[in-house]
């Protein structure tokens, strides 16, 4: 089974790690119920495709995303997500803004896959550098 997601549609205030298994749940029922895709079960390979925008600091782990979606035979997680409220980071006078610094060219680059790299690297970045 295939499953897009643009987090575009929803309310940043749900774009938590909390909140996203509650967005990928929801997605899902609502699949199946516009038949779209059968009821997962244990048999059932899911690709899940997200989209959209979610904060810097927010790594979606396929691990975690699996084990929240069971049963489920297996998953793929597609992140095709860009970091979203940078113009902080951009001012951010610390070590998180210097890092975002290095990377904001790479961010913006015409090549995809750099983008995406560059993404990931200011997620993993910002989940070394998160403030408790």
Same mark, same amino acid.
């Given at each position: 089974?295939?499953?897009?997601?643009?987090?575009?549609?929803?309310?940043?205030?749900?774009?938590?790690?909390?909140?996203?298994?509650?967005?990928?749940?929801?997605?899902?029922?609502?699949?199946? $119920?516009?038949?779209?895709?059968?009821?997962?079960?244990?048999?059932?390979?899911?690709?899940?495709?997200?989209?959209?925008? #979610?904060?810097?600091? &927010?790594? !979606?782990?396929?691990?975690?995303?699996?084990?929240?979606?069971?049963?489920? $035979?297996?998953?793929?997680?597609?992140?095709?997500?860009?970091?979203?409220?940078?113009?902080? !980071?951009?001012?951010?006078?610390? #070590?998180?803004?210097?890092?975002?610094?290095?990377?904001?060219?790479? !961010?913006?680059?015409?090549?995809?896959?750099?983008?995406?790299?560059?993404?990931?690297?200011?997620? &993993?970045?910002?989940?070394? !550098?998160?403030?408790?």
């Amino acid at each position: 089974e295939c499953l897009d997601i643009d987090l575009d549609a929803f309310d940043d205030t749900k774009k938590t790690e909390v909140g996203l298994i509650g967005i990928f749940k929801e997605a899902i029922k609502q699949a199946v $119920s516009d038949k779209k895709m059968a009821a997962p079960d244990r048999d059932t390979a899911l690709r899940l495709t997200v989209n959209g925008t #979610l904060p810097a600091e &927010l790594l !979606l782990s396929e691990n975690r995303i699996a084990a929240e979606l069971q049963p489920l $035979s297996s998953l793929t997680l597609i992140d095709r997500t860009t970091p979203c409220q940078t113009d902080a !980071l951009a001012s951010d006078p610390t #070590l998180r803004g210097a890092y975002y610094q290095a990377l904001a060219d790479k !961010l913006q680059s015409e090549d995809p896959i750099l983008r995406e790299t560059a993404a990931l690297a200011l997620r &993993l970045g910002m989940q070394e !550098l998160k403030q408790d």
